[in-house]
Nanobody, 117 residues
């Protein structure tokens, strides 16, 4: 099955920026819609953003206008550019196909994003 590796997390001050990367073990981005999800401490995992195989995007209201999602099919990589980070954005961020996510399957290690205050 496809493996995803998330990277780019870190400690960031409010208002700062980070770019997360999601690398896949095989070429899937031209086939499946890929989503970013996040899980804050003590909370359930929530959907953040999606990019379809056709390039359409969708966002949770909490990140709309701040976290653009993009992909590079040649590199088998999806990105989440995070701007104007807020304390409420502190979470472990995961990527997955939307299908696997709906079945709660095939999660990677995630990337930790932490507010530095």
């Amino acid at each position: 099955q496809v493996q995803f590796v998330e990277s780019g997390g870190g400690l960031v001050q409010p208002g700062g920026s980070l770019r997360l990367s999601c690398a896949a073990s095989e070429s899937v981005f031209s086939i499946y819609a890929i989503g970013w999800y996040r899980q804050a401490p003590g909370k359930q995992r929530d959907w953040v953003a999606t990019i379809t195989n056709g390039g359409s995007t969708g966002y949770a209201d909490s990140v709309k206008g701040r976290f653009p999602i993009s992909r590079d099919n040649a590199k088998n990589t999806v990105y989440l550019q995070m701007h104007n980070l807020q304390p409420g954005d502190t979470a472990v961020y995961y990527c997955n196909t939307n299908l696997a996510a709906s079945l709660n399957r095939n999660w990677g290690q995630g990337a930790q994003v932490t507010d530095s205050t």
